[in-house]
């Protein structure tokens, strides 16, 4: 059984900075793409970020592009998401996400965690 737990969401004002985390467990993910996906009330989910277990390679969203940060620690299966210069477009309920990197599609998914940005 594949489990993506994400943590580290809150309510911060605009500026600050959270980190969030995902820890995995269930099966080896080196061959797997990492990510996080955000939805906010009203609005398709949108991709934030990516990275690979074993290739230093990321993506961004362009929303997020040069205040987040995706980053991994392998010896905790733990992928983390720094987020500086938090907006309230920001606020949304955070997805962490796995694929096989030659799969299409997403197939693993966490429970998410809210993040709330006030102005």
């Known amino acids: 059984q594949v489990q993506l737990v994400e943590s580290g969401g809150g309510l911060v004002q605009a500026g600050d900075s959270l980190r969030l985390s995902c820890t995995a467990s269930?099966?080896?993910?080196?061959?797997?793409?990492m990510a996080w996906f955000r939805q906010a009330p009203g609005k398709e989910r949108e991709f934030v970020a990516g990275?690979?277990?074993?290739?230093?390679?990321?993506k961004y969203g362009d929303s997020v592009n040069g205040r987040f940060t995706i980053s991994t620690d392998k010896s905790k299966k733990t992928v983390y998401l720094q987020m500086n210069n938090l907006k309230p477009e920001d606020t949304a309920a955070y997805y962490c996400?796995?694929?096989?990197?030659?799969?299409?599609?997403?197939?693993?998914w966490g429970q998410g965690t809210q993040v709330t940005v006030l102005a």
């Open positions: 996400a796995a694929k096989h990197f030659a799969a299409e599609d997403y197939n693993f």
């Open positions: 269930g099966r080896t993910f080196s061959n797997y793409i």
């Open positions: 990275t690979r277990w074993t290739v230093n390679t990321s």
